[in-house]
């Protein structure tokens, strides 16, 4: 094994994994912290799929510590701890505590921090992270219901979350090429956040960074990650295929990109219904009330959510609290999903990083095959479960075109 990763959610877990296969890698997806045993074959990188982004920064470390234990007991060369290219955490973390404890535990003194994802339109300059044009800290993701990201310097962030010392390694160094870079490297200690603004721009730090233990950042910087431990880099050619079967698209999210992708769906003739906590919480709606939605309408794929406008986001977390709103919703849809799949339902496409971890909970699903991309970003994966196979598309909240939730189902077998 040459990379052991370990991403703070599924969805991104997912993504990395897809990055990894494009660089023609052989990839295995493991959800949860594995058994010490595991045998995971001879693949050139395994990608740990945690649900620990937003829970608190203790367990985060130790769920994070232990996956790298066995990741580097199995031969891992390199540790690649994965969050979001939109850097969701808060002042308590848990990027920094993570990092500082991936630091301590493998016992490096450097690592670097470069969530840029530029064909997702994340980059970052002078330190500063944006989305599309506007500074995080100016984008939907200020009003994030978990994390809401209020300051766009990345450094200044990390300052906040951890002890260890944080610079900057700018464009202007990054632009001289991957030996300037790894110069650069070289001669700090600490995390050091890596401006980039382009593909070209991470395959250079991918170089510059192979030699190493410790690598932390988006998706993005996977680009140029596979080129330093194998010669060849194709795209390795994959697909789902799945007995026929009904589908289900289950949202959670409450991004921007989501509420756009709804709406599409909606103007497409796709069946949809609202759920909202306090429906699921008084029992004006039921997990068998949506069942029954899905398999009314099973001729066709279906659309279940609970996505809404930032001002219902606020009235829900007033009413419930912020984690207990997220997760009645979240336990409401993984419900849907465990019985669906009994009912032959075996398609889902389900948006949102915690929503599509109870789905995949629920679900009982152990591992995930990268099958062909939907969005940068975005595979269909396929999971041998005690239903069957099925075919899943776990979508980071803010990924994706307004089609996909209506187009996606055309690169199934």
Same mark, same amino acid.
């Given at each position: 094994?040459?990379?052991?990763?370990?991403?703070?959610?599924?969805?991104?877990?997912?993504?990395?994994?897809?990055?990894?296969?494009?660089?023609?890698? =052989?990839?295995?997806? &493991?959800?949860?912290?594995?058994?010490?045993?595991?045998?995971?074959?001879?693949?050139?990188? +395994?990608?740990?799929?945690?649900?620990?982004?937003?829970?608190?920064?203790?367990?985060?470390?130790?769920? =994070?510590? =232990?996956?790298?234990?066995?990741?580097?007991?199995?031969?891992?060369?390199?540790?690649?701890?994965?969050?979001?290219?939109?850097?969701?955490?808060?002042?308590?973390?848990?990027?920094?505590?993570? /990092?500082?404890?991936?630091? %301590?535990?493998?016992?490096?003194?450097?690592?670097?921090?470069?969530?840029?994802?530029?064909?997702? %339109?994340?980059?970052?300059?002078?330190?500063?992270?944006?989305?599309?044009?506007?500074?995080?800290?100016?984008?939907?993701?200020?009003?994030?219901?978990?994390?809401?990201?209020?300051?766009?310097?990345?450094?200044?962030?990390?300052?906040?979350?951890?002890?260890?010392?944080?610079?900057?390694?700018?464009?202007?160094?990054?632009?001289?090429?991957?030996?300037?870079?790894?110069?650069?490297?070289?001669?700090?200690?600490?995390?050091?956040?890596?401006?980039?603004?382009?593909?070209?721009?991470?395959?250079?730090?991918?170089?510059?960074?192979?030699?190493?233990?410790?690598?932390?950042?988006?998706?993005?910087?996977?680009?140029?990650?596979?080129?330093?431990?194998?010669?060849?880099?194709? /795209?390795?050619?994959? %697909?789902?295929?799945?007995?026929?079967?009904?589908?289900?698209?289950?949202?959670?999210?409450?991004?921007?990109?989501?509420?756009?992708?709804?709406?599409?769906?909606?103007?497409?003739?796709?069946?949809?219904?609202?759920?909202?906590?306090?429906?699921?919480?008084?029992?004006?709606?039921?997990?068998?009330?949506? &069942?029954?939605?899905?398999?009314?309408?099973?001729?066709?794929? =279906?659309?279940?959510?609970?996505?809404?406008?930032?001002?219902?986001?606020?009235?829900?977390?007033?009413?419930?609290?912020?984690?207990?709103?997220?997760?009645?919703?979240?336990?409401?849809?993984?419900?849907?999903?465990?019985?669906?799949?009994?009912?032959?339902?075996?398609?889902?496409?389900?948006?949102?990083?915690?929503?599509?971890?109870?789905? +995949?909970?629920?679900?009982?699903?152990?591992?995930?095959?990268?099958?062909?991309?939907?969005?940068?970003?975005?595979?269909?994966?396929?999971?041998?479960?005690?239903?069957?196979?099925?075919?899943?598309?776990?979508?980071?909240?803010?990924?994706?075109?307004? /089609?996909?939730?209506? /187009?996606?189902?055309?690169?199934?077998?």
């Amino acid at each position: 094994m040459y990379i052991g990763a370990i991403a703070d959610d599924l969805t991104g877990a997912t993504d990395l994994a897809l990055m990894l296969s494009r660089g023609g890698m =052989s990839v295995l997806q &493991v959800v949860g912290v594995p058994a010490a045993d595991t045998d995971f074959g001879a693949v050139d990188a +395994v990608v740990v799929s945690l649900k620990s982004r937003t829970i608190p920064a203790k367990d985060a470390v130790s769920q =994070s510590i =232990s996956a790298a234990d066995i990741l580097l007991k199995a031969g891992a060369q390199q540790i690649f701890f994965k969050y979001c290219s939109t850097f969701d955490s808060t002042d308590e973390g848990n990027i920094g505590p993570v /990092t500082e404890a991936l630091m %301590k535990r493998i016992g490096v003194t450097r690592t670097i921090a470069c969530p840029a994802f530029p064909v997702n %339109k994340r980059t970052v300059y002078k330190g500063y992270l944006f989305v599309g044009d506007q500074l995080l800290s100016e984008s939907p993701m200020r009003d994030h219901p978990l994390t809401p990201m209020r300051d766009a310097n990345l450094v200044r962030v990390l300052e906040r979350q951890t002890g260890i010392p944080v610079s900057l390694i700018s464009h202007d160094i990054v632009r001289q090429g991957a030996s300037a870079t790894e110069q650069a490297l070289d001669a700090m200690t600490g995390i050091a956040v890596i401006d980039a603004i382009s593909d070209d721009d991470l395959y250079l730090i991918g170089k510059a960074v192979r030699s190493l233990k410790l690598v932390t950042g988006g998706s993005g910087i996977a680009l140029g990650l596979p080129g330093n431990f194998i010669s060849d880099t194709a /795209t390795r050619e994959t %697909k789902v295929t799945v007995p026929a079967g009904h589908a289900v698209v289950l949202a959670g999210s409450c991004s921007a990109a989501t509420r756009k992708q709804i709406a599409y769906a909606q103007q497409s003739g796709m069946p949809s219904l609202q759920i909202k906590p306090d429906a699921i919480f008084t029992g004006a709606i039921t997990v068998a009330e949506a &069942v029954e939605f899905a398999i009314r309408h099973q001729q066709q794929p =279906s659309l279940i959510y609970s996505s809404d406008a930032p001002e219902g986001v606020i009235s829900a977390q007033a009413q419930f609290g912020r984690e207990q709103a997220g997760e009645i919703v979240e336990n409401f849809l993984a419900s849907v999903a465990r019985e669906l799949a009994k009912l032959g339902f075996n398609r889902f496409l389900v948006a949102g990083g915690e929503t599509s971890g109870a789905v +995949v909970s629920a679900l009982d699903v152990k591992t995930l095959e990268i099958g062909p991309e939907i969005a940068p970003g975005v595979p269909w994966t396929r999971s041998e479960t005690a239903a069957g196979p099925l075919a899943l598309a776990l979508k980071s909240g803010n990924f994706g075109d307004e /089609t996909m939730f209506v /187009t996606a189902w055309e690169l199934l077998g």
